[in-house]
């Protein structure tokens, strides 16, 4: 099955952000334990748009997760967000309101000691920005 170019920028930029915390893991001789990757996506969702099979946005799945890890002495080293094509395409929210609601996330995870690593919305089909 053909992908389109959107889909492929965004795995590139994905595994470019992944590789990134890699080495940056490597670099600084902080990676002792066995890496956990939590992928907290929600199909469809994002900080104002809720899920097509989960009802759900994506800020109250964060938290539980950044806490989660938190509480349990194992806090994320890095917390990798892209978030937010779904508020503009779907909700027609302002880039400021996105920007707004990444906050969110940004702050629970720097609380928790997290490094954040923002990926901005990419155009996408149908996209107008504001």
Not at 44 to 73: E, K, L
Not at 101 to 130: D, H, M, R, T
Request: with cysteine.
């Amino acid at each position: 099955m053909a992908t389109s170019p959107w889909i492929r920028t965004c795995v590139a930029v994905l595994l470019q952000a992944l590789m990134m915390c890699y080495l940056m893991c490597h670099q600084m001789c902080i990676v002792t334990l066995q890496p956990i990757v939590l992928h907290a996506g929600v199909g469809g969702a994002g900080i104002y748009a809720r899920g097509f099979r989960r009802s759900t946005t994506i800020p109250p799945v964060a938290a539980a997760a950044i806490r989660s890890a938190s509480d349990h002495n194992r806090p994320f080293n890095y917390v990798i967000v892209m978030l937010g094509i779904n508020d503009l395409l779907r909700e027609g929210k302002s880039a400021e309101d996105v920007k707004s609601g990444l906050q969110q996330i940004y702050s629970e995870a720097l609380n928790a000691g997290s490094n954040v690593i923002a990926i901005p919305p990419f155009p996408a089909p149908g996209f107008v920005s504001k």
